[in-house]
């Protein structure tokens, strides 16, 4: 497979093509106003990416209730007062060639008590102090991510990703160790994807034709064993409520966690997987072109780039340019690096909490 490969457009049952195979991963920066307001250093930031090359920029994740905030700095969609800063974003990313989307989430048990107060979650959990939601509670959630998703629309984004990943609420509902429930969003596997699945057909019947629907899924650890997402990524596939499906692997290539299913590697137990005309993507330890290339050899419509995209605003285009003789830069980075790739201060302190992505200041003599 050549790379060229990477850069033919990626048609999807619904809404714009993408101009190429590299997704832009929904990163955390702690950029965006207390309030979830869009910042200028937010938008200046994924604007760059943009520019760049990819062909879709998602935002970092947006919270759909203001208990589900997850971070501090942590964009909003949960209310009017954040659509002006999302339409400046969605324009922006439109005039710079990229299809956008707002990644829709909730933290649940994982949102931080100075925060939101107590926590919320499928079912009591003593370790973060979380309360159960109730039925009634449960189903204004979905009704939030829905509104979320209209919010986005009116906003003129061209989809929006349904976080359903990495144990946050959706991930609490869909994991056994965390949902205790008795009602009908608790118990077997069918009850326990119900509210993801109430989501995803709600904002599949609330926005428009030509709105892109996607979902991101942790197929293990979290408490989601292999087979019942495997099997939830089936039920998916066959339902065709989404656009597609993004991954997210930690390690594309790696060996499942889940000694018994070893006879293939993680992401062969979802390539095989009927999926029509949904797009599959994967996200984990995607740095170099040969990575990506292999990634899309592997079955793979399109790689998400996280730690790629935060190190080169401009990483499609230089694979473009340069294929496999793109050498990305290697870590840790001096913070000035980084503010030269679009991140502000805030970003920079923050990707400083992650060992061995930025270099510490040499003390001196």
Sequence with gaps: ??????????????????????????????QSRPDGVLSD?????????????????????????????????????????????LARLAAELRANGAVSAVQLHHAGARAPAELVGQPVSASDDAQSGARGLSLDEVQ????????????????GFDGVEVHGAHGYVLTQFLAAETNRRADRYGGDLENRTRLLFEVLDGIRAATGRGFQLGVRLSV????????????TVRRIFAQGWIDYLDLSMWDVFKEPAEAEHRERRLLDWFTDLERGPIRLGGAGR???????????????????????GILHHDYPDQVRRLG??????????????????????????????????????????
Excluded: C
């Design 1 to 30: 497979m050549s790379f060229e490969t990477l850069f033919q457009p990626l048609a999807l049952a619904r809404g714009p093509q993408w101009r190429n195979r590299f997704a832009l991963a929904p990163l955390t920066n702690q």
């Design 286 to 308: 995607l740095t170099t072109p040969d990575q990506v290339k292999a990634a899309i050899a592997a079955g793979l419509d399109f790689a998400t780039l996280g730690r790629a």
């Design 324 to 365: 496999a003789g793109f050498r990305p830069v290697e870590t840790p980075v001096a913070p000035e690096h980084l503010v030269q790739e679009g991140l502000s201060p805030v970003f920079v302190e923050y990707m400083k909490t992650f060992k061995g992505f930025v270099r510490e200041p040499v003390a001196a003599e």
């Design 220 to 231: 293990e650890r979290f408490g989601v064993t292999l087979m019942e997402a495997r099997e």
């Design 41 to 85: 250093e937010e938008i200046h930031w994924l604007a760059l990416r943009a520019k760049g090359g990819f062909g879709l920029v998602m935002t970092a994740a947006a919270h759909v209730q203001a208990i589900g905030q997850g971070f501090p700095g942590q964009l909003g969609v949960f209310g009017d007062e954040h659509l002006p800063g």
């Design 140 to 155: 204004r959630l979905r009704d939030d991510f829905v509104a979320a998703a209209v919010r986005a629309e009116k906003a």
